[in-house]
């Protein structure tokens, strides 16, 4: 059964970090590619960030260009999205997401079929 568990979210000031994981279990992730994902009230969710589990080839969405970044530890099935100098506007719930394929991964939320539950990231002063 495929199961992605996300944790890591809390409350930040502006300027701080957080670490979000995502616990794969049921696959492996050589064989997957896993994006994280973030909805904001009132907002579509949107894509952040993926990675691909063959090839290890990432992507990002342009605002977090350079304040994020995507890892996975294939051996332990699990992907961290470290988040730098965060804003005000990467308030959300965060969710990971995967689906089987291989090579670069798709940023697009409608190609990912497994999904966890989400945690929330607030950042305010």
């Known amino acids: 059964q495929v199961q992605l568990v996300e944790s890591g979210g809390g409350s930040v000031q502006p300027g701080g970090s957080l670490r979000l994981f995502c616990a794969a279990s049921?696959?492996?992730?050589?064989?997957?590619?896993i994006g994280w994902f973030r909805q904001a009230p009132g907002k579509e969710r949107e894509g952040v960030s993926c990675?691909?589990?063959?090839?290890?080839?990432?992507y990002y969405e342009d605002s977090v260009k350079g304040r994020f970044t995507i890892s996975a530890d294939n051996a332990k099935n699990t992907v961290y999205l470290q988040m730098n100098s965060l804003k005000p506007e990467d308030t959300a719930v965060y969710y990971c997401?995967?689906?089987?394929?291989?090579?670069?991964?798709?940023?697009?939320?409608?190609?990912?079929?497994?999904w966890g539950q989400g945690t929330q990231v607030t950042v305010s002063s």
């Open positions: 049921g696959f492996s992730l050589d064989d997957y590619a």
């Open positions: 997401a995967g689906l089987t394929w291989y090579g670069r991964c798709p940023p697009e939320v409608t190609w990912y079929n497994y």
């Open positions: 990675i691909s589990g063959s090839d290890g080839s990432t």
